[in-house]
């Protein structure tokens, strides 16, 4: 079957670099080696970021319609590619073939969308106070990037770093996961083949914590953008520092749905079974923590745990699969703990809570119930397929649950009442909020967390300004 080829993408050259070294990707459907992935050197590195220098000063030089052109090409070539773009998604990250080429045509939208957006990094005229003065605010790349991405989304987690870098007249050094590194490969070599010019984008694998040292160690990168968990991210905002680069921390989450009891039932769990089980449940805005209001809760529970049992596991190329496996051992492990966990506070496996098979990576979708608010799972991001659930009783109480973690990314509500939607829209603690609604990813939209989750938005004009700076211009006539 066939997979992307794996190479360095440096100065507009692709190579296996110079460190003679590689790691293993492996399947995790089969636990099959797919490719070897190689390093690159400390030299490489450099390289890198001296291509990204002379990558930005060609890529801002130019005008954001010659910018969009080269973007709507790569847009065009993934579109020709999709269909081997999915696959090579598919076998590296384990998620269905069918959730592969949503990520694809999301990955798409974005290119295009960030691209017409890149004509509109629109400043401003200000009023002057002195007489005959011009004002105005100006609006301007802000340098070589550098970002480092998660596994989970191997296309849409390298393509919002990307595509917003490159709008905004940006170049890159990306570092997508040694896991899942065909995606980011074959995302790049359409803009390579598109005529992006030599530098403005840079593919980079590596050690993480070595590639991350290297590249923020350097004067050269202006901007950081980090998709991932939350230590992680705070480590990388403490390696920012030193040279004083602005950060993007797009990090972990632990979404409440909460569900009242004038809500549609059977809606609030048709959106949400489809929400929860995506991507194996390996997703930051997933809804991981369910708070049903008491008079509703038993009907929640047993529907969403007769939909968990119906649902088709198995390797996501095989037609009828709707969950695939976890992305590697190290995963199953943690399952194994939030569940054992869970038990012994008194939850109550309804379904799952168990390996399925003992080839490839896969976890049962597990329903629980009762599960109690200082159970692990409650405050840990659980990163999988498990949906634990609690009842509640009052408003003011699910608020303050809801509320009670660090983390602070998404929150899904369902109910009737306008009213109580707008109050708790208002009163809840996260960056992105659905009522009755689970869609809050897409490219024209912000999407970002609060507190611990992070800070700065990928999508919507948010997403652009992420990758601009200031200037204030004034000017007086002689
Ligand atoms: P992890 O924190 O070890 O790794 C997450 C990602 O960050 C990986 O792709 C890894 O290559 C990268 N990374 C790790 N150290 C790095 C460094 N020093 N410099 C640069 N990149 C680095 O966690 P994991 O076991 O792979 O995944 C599980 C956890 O990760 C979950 O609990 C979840 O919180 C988090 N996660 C979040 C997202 C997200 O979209 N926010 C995505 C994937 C994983």
Redesign the pocket.
């Known amino acids: 079957m066939s997979y992307e080829k794996l190479e360095l993408l440096i100065g507009g050259e692709w190579s296996a670099g110079t460190s003679g070294k590689t790691e293993p990707v492996i399947n995790p459907a089969t636990e099959e080696v797919l490719a070897e992935v190689p390093h690159a050197s400390a030299d490489d590195l450099d390289r890198a970021l001296e291509a990204s220098l002379d990558g930005f000063k060609v890529w801002r030089g130019k005008t954001a319609v010659e910018r969009q052109a080269i973007m709507e090409g790569a847009a065009q070539l993934m579109t020709e590619r999709k269909e081997e773009m999915a696959r090579t998604l598919t076998q590296e990250m384990g998620k269905p073939l069918a959730e592969a080429r949503i990520e694809m045509d999301f990955v798409i939208a974005a290119t295009r969308w960030y691209g017409e957006e890149g004509k509109r990094a629109y400043g401003r005229i200000v009023p002057p106070r002195l007489p005959g003065a011009r004002q105005m605010v100006m609006k301007e790349p802000v340098g070589p990037a550098t970002a ?6 191997p296309g849409t ?1 390298v393509i919002r770093k990307v595509a917003g870098a490159l709008a905004a007249g940006c170049s890159i050094v990306i ?1 997508p ?3 899942t590194p065909g995606t980011g490969v074959a995302i790049a070599r359409c803009f390579h083949d598109a005529g992006a010019p030599p530098g403005v984008v840079n593919v980079v694998f590596g050690v ?2 070595d ?3 290297h590249l923020l160690g350097s004067p050269i990168p202006k901007k950081v953008s ?7 991210g705070k ?2 905002q403490k390696l920012a520092a030193d040279t004083m680069k602005r950060c993007t921390m ?4 632990h979404a409440p749905v909460m569900v009242f009891d004038d809500a549609d039932v059977d809606k609030a769990i048709d959106l949400t079974i489809g929400h929860k089980y995506r991507n194996a449940g ?3 805005i997933s809804p991981t923590r369910f708070y049903v209001q008491e008079n509703v809760y038993n009907q929640f529970v047993d529907g969403f745990t007769e939909r968990s049992k119906a649902l088709n596991v198995g390797n996501g190329m095989e037609d009828g699969t709707q969950m695939g496996p976890l ?2 051992a ?2 199953l492990d ?1 399952m194994e703990q939030f569940v054992s966990d869970a038990r012994d506070h008194g939850a109550q496996i309804t379904t799952g809570g168990e390996r399925v098979g003992n080839n490839g990576y896969f976890y049962a979708p597990t329903v629980m119930k009762d599960v109690p608010d200082d159970a692990i799972i409650m405050r ?4 999988g397929p498990l949906a634990p659930m609690a009842s509640f009783k009052t408003f003011d109480e699910l608020v303050e649950r809801a509320n009670s973690l660090d983390f602070g ?1 998404a929150s899904y509500a369902f109910t009737a009442d306008g009213g109580r939607a707008k109050k708790l829209s208002e009163a809840i603690d996260t960056g992105l909020v659905g009522v009755n609604n689970v869609m809050v990813a897409t490219p024209e939209t912000p999407f970002g967390g609060v507190n611990e989750s992070g800070y700065g938005s990928e999508g919507g004009i948010e997403g652009l300004d992420a990758f601009l700076r200031t200037k204030f211009v004034t000017e007086l006539d002689v």
Do not use: M, Y
Request: aromatic share 12%; with cysteine; glycine share 8%.
């Open positions: 480092f991405v998660a596994w989970n989304f987690n570092k996961s040694e896991e993480p914590d590639v991350s040292r980090f998709t991932g968990s939350v230590p992680v480590h990388l797009e990090l972990g989450g390996q997703v930051c992305i590697a190290r995963r943690v840990e991001e659980p990163f990314l």
